[in-house]
C-alpha cells in the first residue's frame, strides 16, 4: 500500500493540532488570500457599537472577518451535519459569536433541510 504525501500529511495534522488550530488557520488564510472577494467591503461598514448577522456560516470566514469589525456576531447554520463542528470549534476561536442552529426565513414554519 502507497502513502500518499497528502495522506500523510493529513494524518500528522490530526494528531498534532486541534479542530479549533485548523480552522483557525484556514479561516485566516482564506481571509489573507482574498478567496471571498466580498470580505473587502465589511471594514468599510465596521462599527463596534452594532451587531452583525452571518446567515449561512458553512466554515465561518465572514463570521471570522465581522467579529473583528462588530460588538456581536448572530450566526446562523441551519445543517445539522455542519452546526456540531462549528459550536465545539467556531466558539473557541471567536469570542463574540452566538450560534444558533437553525435557518433564516421571511415567513414562519418548518421545512426540510435537503443535503446534497
Do not use: C, W
Not at 4 to 10: A, I, Q, R, S
Amino acid at each position: 500500500m502507497k502513502i500518499k504525501m497528502k495522506d500523510l500529511e493529513f494524518i500528522i495534522k490530526k494528531i498534532f493540532f486541534s479542530q479549533s488550530y485548523l480552522l483557525k488557520k484556514r479561516l485566516i488564510r482564506a481571509i489573507n488570500n482574498n478567496y471571498e472577494k466580498e470580505l473587502t467591503i465589511i471594514d468599510r461598514f465596521s462599527d463596534k457599537s452594532k451587531n452583525a448577522l452571518d446567515i449561512g456560516v458553512y466554515r465561518g470566514v465572514y463570521s471570522l472577518k465581522l467579529s473583528q469589525n462588530f460588538n456581536q456576531i448572530h450566526a446562523f447554520e441551519p445543517n445539522p451535519l455542519l452546526y456540531p463542528y462549528l459550536e465545539k470549534n467556531l466558539n473557541k476561536i471567536i469570542s463574540n459569536i452566538q450560534l444558533y442552529n437553525f435557518a433564516l426565513s421571511d415567513s414562519e414554519g418548518e421545512t426540510d433541510l435537503k443535503l446534497p
